[in-house]
């Protein structure tokens, strides 16, 4: 029987590994797709800033698209990821079923919530008052002045906002609520 040598082999001893620089590659790589795949996990189960204080009101238009949607909700600060809800929408098959109009997004509303929202098509709904014998004219000008109101309610709040004169923000939107119109931090002009 023969005896095993006392003295350790030293690494250029040991036999290369061609698939070693490969394989810790692999690992690394496999590393960071996890860490992408947390994190995208933790955004769509989190709700994000912009619902985080209250209910936010977002206008979503017709023909614009899995990516276009995803991008206009992370511009009014709805979602946290837009890729995270694109995803989102090919895994649960509504990618295609999503419907425009204008929402009210609840307060702490996060991904799953919005994707439901946009996927059953629960629109903010407005009540119009039309008093008896007025026309469709009258009405459509009563909306134009709403609208006209909303606009520069909107774009003096953006104005005293930017002066740092919260005393004046707070006396705009009670004006504007004055006036039946909502003011959100998103609004600084006429819709697009």
């Known amino acids: 029987m023969r005896e095993r040598p006392r003295v350790l082999k030293t690494s250029t001893d040991a036999p290369s590994d061609p698939e070693r620089p490969m394989r810790a590659a692999l690992y690394a790589l496999l590393g960071l797709l996890g860490i992408f795949a947390a994190l995208q996990l933790w955004w769509v189960t989190t ?3 912009g619902v985080a204080n209250g ?3 977002l206008e979503v238009h017709p023909h614009l ?3 276009g949607i995803a991008r ?3 511009e009014a600060g709805v979602i946290r990821s837009p890729f995270g ?14 419907k425009a109009g204008e929402y009210e997004v609840p307060q702490g509303s996060n991904t799953f919530a919005v994707l439901s929202l946009l996927e059953g098509g629960k629109v903010l ?5 039309l008093r008896e014998g007025s026309t469709l004219a009258e009405l459509a000008h009563a909306q134009k002045n709403a609208e006209a109101c909303r606009m520069h309610a909107a774009q003096a709040r953006t104005l005293f906002i930017r002066l740092r004169v919260p005393r004046y923000v707070e006396r705009t939107e009670r004006l504007a609520a004055g006036w039946g119109v909502s003011l959100t931090a998103e609004d600084s002009g006429p819709r697009a």
């Open 47 to 49: 709700s994000a800033p």
């Open 55 to 57: 209910p936010r009101i």
């Open 65 to 67: 698209g899995l990516l």
């Open 72 to 74: 206009r909700l992370d």
């Open 85 to 98: 809800f694109a995803l989102l929408a090919l895994v649960h098959g509504s990618a295609r079923s999503l």
């Open 125 to 129: 709904k407005h009540t119009v008052l």
